[in-house]
């Protein structure tokens, strides 16, 4: 990865006049090469991380995992793509292992979640079986630790 990208994975808030003073370069070369970088596909967007406990955002997110059957000459691409689609979907990524996807969902409640795993994600013809992980708590998101360190409490030494 070049240096650019690598600075902008790190964080993309960065702006160009900075970036170009990073790399050693000007700022016009800097906004050049990032519009080429979005519209190869190679920049797919920008988000922040946030700290949704701080927020009071309450919401359901779940991790399930799905076996699927492959299709001939399409392999799990397909099902892959039809499940990506549908707006309750986050992540969905082909694994290695036990099962075939790993679908990352987000909901307004468990009703919801599980509402859109038995009406929408079974119920599509070659989902052989699916397993739901229900997300409890957040210590890590994408490289960026969502809490600081808590520092042990010490009882006071007394003479």
């Given at each position: 990865m070049d240096e650019l990208l690598e600075l902008l994975s790190q964080?993309?808030?960065?702006?160009?006049?900075?970036?170009?003073?990073r790399l050693n370069c000007s700022e016009q070369e800097i906004t050049e090469k990032?519009?080429?970088?979005?519209?190869?596909g190679i920049i797919?967007?920008?988000?922040?991380?946030m700290n949704e406990e701080?927020?009071?955002?309450?919401?359901?997110?779940?991790?399930i995992e799905v076996r699927i059957t492959p299709e001939?000459?399409?392999g799990f691409n397909r099902l892959a793509h039809r499940i990506s689609k549908f707006p309750e979907v986050r992540s969905c990524y082909l694994m290695s292992g036990g099962y075939d996807?790993?679908?990352?969902?987000?909901?307004?409640?468990?009703?919801?979640?599980a509402l859109f795993v038995s009406e929408?994600?079974?119920t599509i013809e070659g989902v052989l079986s699916t397993s739901t992980h229900f997300l409890l708590k957040a210590y890590k998101e994408q490289?960026?630790?969502?809490?600081?360190?808590?520092?042990?409490?010490?009882?006071?030494?007394?003479?």
């Open positions: 964080n993309s808030s960065l702006k160009a006049s900075e970036l170009a003073a990032i519009r080429q970088y979005e519209e190869s797919l967007g920008y988000h922040a991380i701080e927020l009071g955002k309450n919401h359901v997110r779940a991790v001939r000459e399409g996807l790993m679908v990352i969902i987000e909901g307004q409640t468990l009703q919801q979640v929408k994600l079974a490289g960026i630790l969502i809490h600081s360190e808590e520092k042990p409490e010490r009882l006071a030494v007394a003479p």
